[in-house]
């Protein structure tokens, strides 16, 4: 039995999507880029690579922030 993960999937959309070239694409393709992106940041969100991210991306703004005082 073959299943697809909808995160990998998504994932696969973003990619061919971003590979257009910016000139051809419409205001409509642009705000679709951005929900799809925005799913698969939900998607991704609760899983142990998500909360790697997150985990990441609080410490690169508490040292950009400590750096600033």
Do not use: C, H, Y
Request: charged letters at 15%.
């Amino acid at each position: 039995m073959l299943t697809i993960n909808v995160a990998v999937l998504l994932v696969v959309i973003v990619v061919v999507r971003l590979r257009r070239r910016t000139e051809a694409r419409s205001r409509f393709d642009e705000k679709l880029t951005v929900v799809i992106v925005l799913v698969l940041g939900v998607l991704i969100a609760p899983t142990g690579f998500g909360q790697g991210i997150l985990n990441a991306l609080g410490q690169i703004v508490q040292g950009v922030s400590q750096s600033g005082q």
